[in-house]
């Protein structure tokens, strides 16, 4: 069976970036610069379903992801996580955090509603996302 993004993944992001195991997706919350990285592999729900290489190929995907978020944003602080209980197909959250922010210090799940971004505001965002991301 092919690999397929999840229905709720693909209503709520879009892809800025394909790296040799996920798929980088930018969430449609202008509120928090905040990636989810999706390995492209079927059926798989946690991360010890992985293989040994997939796995240390998700380790460094999320090192990356997140070396770039800390240098375009310079957030207070990086959340990264994988929670999988609304949406179980394995998919990891990047989430650059202000002491400013709408949620912080608490989780952002749960705090308030999206604020979506401009049309051109999310493709700049897109396009330097996918710029750092694939050098």
């Known amino acids: 069976m092919p690999f397929a993004l999840h229905p709720t993944l693909a209503r709520d992001t879009v892809e ?3 790296l040799s195991l996920c798929r980088i997706l ?8 905040w ?3 999706v390995p492209e592999r079927e059926a798989v729900r946690e991360i010890y ?5 997939d796995r240390a ?3 460094e ?3 990356m992801v997140s070396e770039v978020i800390a240098r375009l944003f310079r957030p207070d602080k990086l959340n990264v996580g994988a929670l999988g209980n609304v949406v179980p ?7 650059a955090r202000f002491a400013a922010d709408p949620a912080w210090p608490g989780p952002v799940w749960g705090s308030g ?4 971004y401009g049309e051109s505001e999310f493709e700049e965002m897109g396009r330097r996302l996918a710029s750092e991301l694939l050098q």
Request: net charge neutral.
């Open 16 to 18: 800025v970036a394909r």
């Open 26 to 33: 930018l969430m449609k919350d202008s509120r928090f610069p």
């Open 35 to 37: 990636l989810i990285l």
């Open 49 to 53: 379903e992985l293989s040994a290489a």
């Open 57 to 59: 190929a998700l380790i």
């Open 61 to 63: 995907e999320i090192a």
């Open 89 to 95: 197909q394995l998919h990891v959250h990047v989430i």
């Open 113 to 116: 509603a999206a604020v979506p």
